[in-house]
């Protein structure tokens, strides 16, 4: 027989909106701090981009396609960076969409789990610092995590109840298509498939309103797909459709595949470090009993396990792609905590999830800022931080006069034999510098290509790439290569000025009239 706390009938009691605001504390002050590099640089300049020519359609990066993901984002960032700025704008999709889902699932946990779940859930999932982590940057995953929630939920609801919940299902799915690509169809087929083969009584609810269900998710996908292929044909298949999804699973991402037995294990770690304190309930959360005797607990699980057996398997890997799991889990807690203490109070039981929320705040926000900010040991600036990079570039934004270019130099580690994934902080590119500047640039590694530009050239690079050789070029070009004065004499980066020949030779200080 069903569990009947496991189904659950329709519930009501105190709002939810309180506890759902009190999970919604870590994510304060994701404006604190400039985007990190490499995605949400990437990401940013896309949108700064698109808003520049007014295109809704074709992501361009430096006035080039850039087909890495879909449109969702870039169409929920535009707005938000055109009204709120460089600093609120480029995260906030990724914040309200962390937000929806917290409400999303205190809705779900209080219809269809135990009472009190409806109050824990989002604090739960709250707390999970990869929640936090992820919602508060500018990234795909938090919208295909809130729409795989939303399909997931809805489809349920279309078993247990209105089938016409499926409709909701079909455009929760076409969505995620338009946030993260085909990998959003791949998981749903997967854990309604496992949903169908298990759970035997639940097979008769599986009939009805796909054909209208099946039209509405065409519709949504088609509403980007059709009209990004007809502008690029094969090059939007061959760049978005076979290498972005058939080649990151299959491997051919070979920045991020991780082989062999660290690979299989990969997201264990991942799982119970960005869920703590809440991974330690896990084992007696989980559903043991046959699938019939606890249906949409076995539910959860399956879908929880999915997504962590596809990227498993998948040859690309980072930790943020298992963030869908983290949903399901965080109700499985929720259901076994209020299941094991019925008689505490709401208040009561909710002090240890709101501490833990209190907690990640702390870590996230400290984490993320001193990420940005950097570390300086003993006059050792460690590589990879952004502030002082962000800063001079909105210090350049306010001195490039007309007919000047800029270009970003030499700004990717040199040294090749570092790979992805090693132990040691590694120098990267800065893609965010054409959000902030809001312009194309010059992105090269070959100084001779800066000085084909016939005009004035503003060049920003690292601390040791330029010097007397790059100067002496210049000269024999009949140009003369300045160092800005506002550059800090121990950072990590400087300005440059690259003009018309002076009397003064080499590198010199340069003073803007």
């Not at 499926?166 to 749903?188: D, E, N, Q």
């Not at 702390?362 to 990879?384: D, I, N, R």
């Not at 004035?456 to 790439?465: E, P």
Request: aromatic share 12%; with cysteine.
């Amino acid at each position: 027989m069903p569990d009947p706390k496991a189904q659950g009938p329709k519930r009501s009691g105190p709002p939810l909106w309180p506890w759902v605001l009190a999970a919604c504390i870590p994510l304060i002050g994701w404006w604190s701090y400039g985007l990190f590099d490499l995605d949400e640089g990437f990401y940013a300049a896309v949108v700064a981009e698109m808003n520049r020519r007014g295109d809704w359609i074709i992501p361009l990066y430096n006035g080039r396609p850039w087909f890495e993901k879909p449109i969702l984002l870039y169409w929920l960032a535009k707005p938000c960076v055109m009204l709120f700025g460089d600093a609120v704008g480029p995260r906030l999709p990724s914040v309200l969409a962390t937000v929806a889902l917290l409400a999303l699932v205190a809705w779900f946990a209080r219809r269809r789990l135990s009472p009190g779940s409806g109050s824990l859930a989002p604090l739960v999932l709250g707390s999970c610092l990869l929640v936090v982590a992820i919602g508060r940057m500018m990234l795909t995953d938090s919208l295909l995590d809130l729409c795989l929630a939303g399909a997931f939920v809805t489809f349920w609801e279309s078993l247990e109840g209105e089938r016409r919940w499926r409709l909701a299902t079909a455009a929760c799915l076409g969505l995620g298509v338009l946030a993260k690509g085909p990998v959003t169809l791949a998981l749903f087929v997967a854990v309604a498939a496992v949903a169908y083969w298990r759970i035997p009584s639940l097979r008769a609810s599986f009939r009805g309103w796909w054909a209208l269900g099946t039209l509405i998710l065409l519709s949504v996908v088609a509403s980007w797909y059709v009209p990004a292929y007809l502008e690029n044909g094969q090059d939007f298949v061959q760049k978005f459709l076979i290498e972005q999804n058939v080649g990151r699973f299959s491997g051919g991402d070979q920045a991020h595949t991780i082989r062999g037995l660290v690979g299989l294990i990969f997201y264990v770690p991942v799982l119970l470090v960005g869920m703590l304190p809440w991974s330690l309930y896990l084992p007696k959360a989980w559903p043991w009993r046959p699938p019939d005797r606890a249906p949409l607990r076995f539910y959860l699980a399956t879908w929880a396990l999915v997504p962590f057996v596809f990227f498993t398997i998948s040859g690309a890997k980072l930790p943020h792609y298992v963030l869908p799991c983290c949903v399901p889990l965080a109700l499985l807690v929720a259901d076994y905590l209020a299941r094991r203490r019925p008689e505490v109070s709401n208040a009561r039981r909710a002090l240890g999830p709101l501490a833990a929320i209190a907690v990640v705040a702390a870590v996230a926000q400290g984490g993320f800022a001193a990420y940005y900010y950097g570390v300086s040991v003993a006059g050792l600036h460690l590589p990879g931080f952004h502030a002082e990079v962000h800063g001079l570039a909105h210090e350049l934004a306010g001195m490039v006069g007309p007919g000047d270019a800029i270009a970003v130099y030499q700004m990717s580690r040199q040294d090749r034999e570092l790979g992805t994934g090693k132990p040691k902080i590694q120098e990267t590119s800065h893609p965010s510098l054409l959000f902030y500047l809001n312009r194309d640039v010059i992105d090269t590694d070959d100084f001779g290509e800066i000085l084909t530009y016939p005009g004035r050239v503003w060049i920003l690079t690292r601390w040791n790439r330029l010097g007397e050789a790059e100067a002496e070029r210049a000269r024999a070009a009949s140009r003369t290569l300045t160092l800005v004065d506002s550059s800090r004499p121990d950072g990590l980066y400087r300005l440059y000025v690259l003009a018309a020949a002076a009397k003064q030779s080499g590198l010199h200080q340069y003073r803007e009239n």
